[in-house]
């Protein structure tokens, strides 16, 4: 499917263009509003994207989450678990830090400015979690810098085993002042993966008690400590495109070391510090979401080459033989996890909204105009369930219907619609409102393509969508 853009709006037969035009002009807001950082936009090679995607299945990786993450060798069980969230939480102490990274987005979090010098009461909120979730599966501590709070750090665990026996536990952290001994107390307390972040360009704190910006081999020797004593010790880090020589570097040594594996991240611009990121000649992707909407994850908006540099990282070490895990995650990775959430795990499922497995909006198919009455007698035909107002005057004639059916309509009348361009695709999420009640809103629409036909008809029902 394509995404509706404002070009749309223009060869769109009259009927379709008022409801398209308000697609159309989200993402044309969303673009001026990126314009305002300052910052060049930059268009993907989509075709070249696409070719490195490829290249890598064939040298075994594998696509996860409807294409948004890429993985070859081992994997955390939390990355799994990550694309819908469940039972899933993360929590930290507070989001102090003794760095000052220009690329950093916890400004962006809730209650930053409250908790970068206080800490938050997190027994409070794991009891609230057992008593509303019951069991977790998975739980995570990160900041800030955690290990600020060693102490503090390993009863977090502690009290997470003790809480949900059978979660697996894992910590976010620079690794800063840590050694084999604090290492060895953390896995004792329940810690079961450890996740680095390597700074390779950190600006030196305001703090005048934090240290300076570390060498990069100071670094990765501390992560070996870690090596044998934690279970699983990995690197998360972003890919900041010009820095692939470094990351070889740090990718060989946890490769030497037997660490588990690398997650590298989608690297992102956090809607402040543009001068850093001007300074050192970055762009955004000027088209930094297949469906724009108001997300919630802090890393804000996507840097370009970011993504074809991580794929350059991983085939790369494919050649090289590394053992080491390499996975790489996008932004728009991080996304689907709240859509799943809000969107209720589709348990809200109704005609003729039908709820994705691939990126968890809920999805329905509509024509408008003269086409509405054509779909609307077929869909009759079919027994098929339709909404709306097909046999009104052509320009307010609409016909919404659940994607399920595309395979079963005739063929020649969804060739036809799809040939115009006319066939269309909405997304919907459910939004919470005043008074503790919710609403079910279109964001996102799309213009149904024939491959996306092709898949219907081949893979049956919402095997496309």
Not at 318 to 337: D, F, P, V
Request: hydrophobic residues 40%; contains cysteine.
């Amino acid at each position: 499917m394509r995404r509706v853009d404002q070009r749309d709006t223009a060869v769109l037969p009259p009927a379709y263009q008022g409801y398209a035009r308000r697609f159309a002009e989200v993402s044309a807001q969303l673009r001026r509003t990126m314009e305002q950082f300052g910052l060049p936009l930059a268009q993907d090679d989509a075709h070249e994207l696409a070719a490195a995607r490829k290249r890598l299945v064939q040298a075994g990786a594998h696509l996860r989450n409807d294409g948004k993450s890429i993985v070859y060798g081992a994997l955390s069980p939390a990355c799994e678990r990550c694309r819908t969230g469940e039972r899933s939480v993360s929590q930290f102490i507070s989001l102090a830090c003794p760095r000052n990274c220009w690329f950093c987005f916890n400004a962006n979090q809730f209650d930053y400015n409250e908790y970068r010098s206080n800490r938050k009461d997190w027994r409070v909120e794991m009891d609230a979690y057992a008593q509303s979730m019951g069991k977790l599966d998975y739980v995570a501590l990160t900041g800030g810098e955690p290990l600020l709070y060693p102490d503090e750090a390993c009863a977090f665990f502690a009290y997470a085993k003790r809480l949900n026996p059978q979660a697996h536990c894992r910590l976010y952290t620079s690794g800063w002042g840590a050694g084999r001994g604090l290492f060895e107390r953390l896995a004792e307390s329940g810690l079961d993966e450890i996740r680095f972040s390597v700074k390779i360009d950190a600006e030196t704190s305001t703090n005048r008690e934090a240290p300076q910006a570390e060498s990069l081999e100071r670094q990765v020797s501390r992560i070996s400590l870690a090596v044998g004593v934690v279970p699983s010790v990995m690197v998360e880090m972003p890919v900041v495109p010009g820095e692939q020589d470094t990351l070889r570097t740090v990718m060989r040594r946890l490769d030497d070391m037997g660490a588990f594996g690398i997650n590298l991240l989608e690297f992102c611009f956090p809607l402040h510090n543009a001068a850093s990121y001007a300074t050192r000649g970055f762009a955004l992707r000027s088209d930094p979401y297949r469906i724009p909407y108001d997300y919630r994850y802090a890393g804000a908006l996507p840097v370009f080459g970011s993504e074809q540099a991580a794929y350059e990282l991983m085939q790369w070490g494919i050649r090289q033989g590394l053992r080491l895990g390499m996975h790489y995650c996008s932004l728009e990775n991080k996304n689907t996890a709240q859509i799943f959430s809000q969107n209720h795990a589709g348990s809200l499922d109704m005609a003729p909204y039908r709820f994705s497995q691939r990126d968890f909006f809920y999805k329905v198919l509509r024509v408008f105009g003269a086409d509405a009455a054509h779909v609307a007698e077929e869909l009759e035909r079919i027994g098929a369930q339709a909404d709306g107002n097909p046999f009104d005057d052509a320009l307010q004639a609409v016909v919404a219907f659940d994607p399920k059916w595309l395979a079963r309509l005739d063929a020649d009348l969804v060739d036809g619609l799809v040939k115009r361009g006319v066939l269309l695709c909405a997304s919907a999420v459910v939004e919470s409102v005043e008074g503790g009640k919710e609403r079910f809103r279109e964001v996102g629409l799309a213009v149904v393509e024939a491959a996306d036909v092709v898949r219907a008809r081949e893979g049956g029902e919402m095997a496309w969508v």
